[in-house]
């Protein structure tokens, strides 16, 4: 029987979707595309980039590598085939491109000389590598790897006999962050880096020690030396922000710390002349949100300077275009731009509308790369297309249309921008409003309230998988940004520090306010979601108000207690979102979960959690399902197999969230002319 209703809810969720084959469906999620990772030649006259699609057959993600002119012309494939083909990094003359593949089984190096079309594997490698980077004479690639490391045992167990059949090993914990979300359990080991000839050979590992060396890396003129950020804080479980720049000598592995501030020190990148490291950071105050700055140093370390661009958003990407222009990413009210910079801190925005990475929710992010003389490739979205890649030389040009054969047939949901006061203080919050295709005025439409997670996040003007499957199934979908959202500056994301959930309440409930104003909404049939900070919102509100039909909480924080000490870094939640531990200060967890909310709830309410999340893990959501049929709200629980926070990283598990969602919401939808009956 319990079959058969899940087969049925389905069916109907599935057939709301599908009315008109005019709109966007579920399997389409299937052929959507996006491309990342742009990489310019330094001369600017070639741009190498990465074409994802995803398999139907095998739920995965497929990627190749492309090659075009910055005018659009001598547009061909490099790579095809079902396969992993990734991170593209070019050589410093432009002639050869190293790339990462599992063509062979495995993630491995490869290398390719364009100008021959002769490719060849580059490593044997039993781990994935990551963070390609040419030395500046060409002969080398640096990149990073995991190495293992033997687990340490507290006691001495005896053998079991040959051919017996005993339990799994036991495994013995004694990290602070024992598991990561979207990668399990941590295995005992660290990320190092090692160098590589490009005539090939075996790579040689010139980082060692209980230090993980991730993320950006870039090399000296000469060769010799490799700057990172490492975390060799003797309390680093402790103090997990607390990164240095390190310069790393290639010959002997020697390393030497160039930064000592209190605070992440990041993304460092040598001026082409060899002079000068750009590199991230920012100041520690164990806020619950921090705007990330440009510093410049000399390659020796000293003068360490912060360029003061008045921007008052974080800054991320920083790329050198010559030796004294610096290029970057920020957001600005929900828009993902690249800017520059000169040293002394004279900005100028120069691109608007990057990202579109992001297929699930309109989150911000993106890629671009920029040559020595300012030619900007990068990717570029708007609500009506995920990523595709676009040129900036004096004006912005899109090159490709991936999405084109689907969407000249598949009519979007119209996007449009608004702004509103909130009932709180009166502050300016914005926000989207995607209305279903084929949308007329003069009728009622039910509403779907969207929340973003983070909470320091923004949606945007940008492509929306999961906000056009609402709009097709005809709902007007609203996803705004209220306070603590980033790109409104640092006090505006701060406004939720040691105080969320809080006013942000207002903000969301002064919005639906807005668009049922306008005149075109259905007040008695207004839904409302949200993911991981979205969750915990949409819980909150449920808690705080019974104006909605039906909620949808996704992998949610219902009680904070539980969840600091559950989550994959407790010592981030504790130490940054808290003004204590939870046994210092109860009251502040207590006041501040939804859980304490829950004897108010009466709507209809279902939680959606991945199985193997670990950064608002499953236990959450029990929680709270058990609260809310103890007192007989109508409400129901599922759990994404295989799944961990990103949800979507399968095609087919976004559209069972979609699909769930709706259905759920269509359960509970009553029309105004028969408010009194439930479907």
């Not at 003069?442 to 949606?459: D, Q, R, V």
């Not at 504790?574 to 304490?596: D, L, N």
């Not at 103890?630 to 799944?643: C, G, M």
Request: glycine content about 8%; proline content about 5%; hydrophobic content about 30%.
């Amino acid at each position: 029987m319990k079959l058969l209703y899940t087969t049925l809810f389905l069916l109907i969720a599935l057939t709301v979707l599908g009315q008109s084959s005019s709109t966007l469906e579920p399997i389409d999620i299937f052929d959507l595309e996006y491309i990342s990772n742009p990489t310019i030649s330094e001369d600017g006259e070639k741009i190498i980039y990465v074409r994802n699609s995803k398999d139907i057959m095998s739920d995965k993600g497929a990627s190749n590598l492309w090659i075009v002119n910055p005018d659009g012309s001598n547009h061909y494939p490099l790579t095809t085939g079902n396969y992993s083909n990734s991170s593209p990094s070019l050589s410093p003359d432009g002639n050869k491109l190293a790339y990462v593949s599992n063509k062979s089984g495995k993630q491995q190096i490869h290398l390719m000389w364009l100008d021959k079309g002769i490719q060849f594997k580059l490593t044997n490698l039993q781990k994935s590598p990551s963070q390609l980077t040419w030395s500046p004479d060409g002969k080398y690639i640096a990149f990073q790897m995991f190495v293992d490391k033997k687990p340490e045992s507290l006691v001495n167990l005896p053998a079991k006999p040959k051919g017996a059949n005993w339990a799994d090993p036991t495994v013995y914990i004694d990290e602070m962050v024992y598991r990561r979300d979207g990668s399990g359990y941590v295995k005992p080991g660290n990320s190092q880096v090692f160098v590589i000839s490009t005539n090939g050979g075996t790579p040689r590992q010139i980082t060692s020690g209980e230090v993980d060396h991730v993320g950006m890396m870039s090399w000296s003129k000469d060769s010799k030396y490799i700057f990172l950020s490492a975390n060799h804080d003797d309390d680093r479980e402790f103090n997990p922000l607390d990164s240095e720049i390190y310069r790393i000598s290639v010959s002997d592995g020697s390393n030497t710390a160039l930064t000592e501030r209190y605070g992440p020190d990041s993304s460092p990148i040598v001026s082409p002349d060899g002079s000068k490291i750009a590199y991230l950071g920012f100041d520690d105050k164990k806020l619950g949100y921090h705007n990330s700055s440009i510093y410049v140093m000399n390659i020796d370390g000293s003068s360490s300077e912060k360029i003061e661009t008045n921007i008052d958003n974080s800054i991320y990407n920083i790329q050198w275009s010559g030796n004294d222009r610096i290029f970057f990413l920020y957001d600005e009210e929900g828009n993902t731009k690249v800017a520059s910079t000169n040293l002394n801190g004279k900005y100028r925005d120069e691109i608007n509308n990057v990202g579109g990475l992001s297929l699930g929710r309109p989150y911000s992010g993106g890629d671009f790369s920029v040559s020595n003389d300012g030619v900007v490739a990068f990717t570029h979205t708007t609500p009506d297309h995920p990523a595709d890649l676009a040129v900036y030389d004096k004006e912005v040009q899109r090159i490709t249309r991936l999405n084109e054969d689907l969407f000249n047939y598949k009519q979007l949901g119209e996007v449009e921008e608004i702004w509103y006061e909130s009932s709180h203080d009166g502050k300016k919050i914005q926000g989207w409003i995607c209305k279903p295709p084929n949308f007329d005025s003069t009728k009622k439409y039910p509403l779907i309230l969207e929340i973003h997670g983070g909470p320091f996040a923004n949606y945007g003007d940008r492509f929306s998988t999961e906000v056009q499957l609402y709009a097709a199934a005809g709902y007007v979908v609203l996803y705004t940004n209220p306070r603590g959202s980033t790109s409104y500056g640092a006090d505006f994301a701060n406004e939720i520090h040691h105080n969320y959930p809080s006013n942000d309440y207002e903000d969301l409930m002064s919005g639906v306010d807005a668009v049922i104003e306008k005149g075109y909404v259905d007040e008695n049939r207004l839904f409302v979601t949200g993911g991981s900070g979205g969750g915990v919102l949409t819980a909150w509100i449920i808690g705080k108000t019974d104006r909605f039909r039906a909620a949808v909480v996704a992998k949610p924080v219902i009680n904070w207690y539980s969840h600091t000490l559950s989550a994959d870094n407790p010592v981030f939640f504790t130490e940054y979102w808290f003004p204590g531990k939870p046994w210092e200060v109860p009251e502040e967890y207590m006041k501040r979960s939804p859980i304490s909310l829950v004897g108010n709830v009466t709507t209809p309410t279902m939680l959606l959690t991945g199985e193997n999340d670990y950064r608002t893990p499953i236990s959450e959501s029990e929680q709270y399902y058990a609260a809310l049929k103890l007192n007989k709200v109508p409400s129901a629980l599922v759990r994404i197999q295989e799944a961990s926070h990103g949800i979507a990283a399968k095609p087919s598990n976004l559209i069972n969230k979609v699909v769930y969602i709706l259905g759920w919401f269509n359960k509970f939808d009553v029309s105004e002319e028969n408010l009194n009956t439930e479907k």
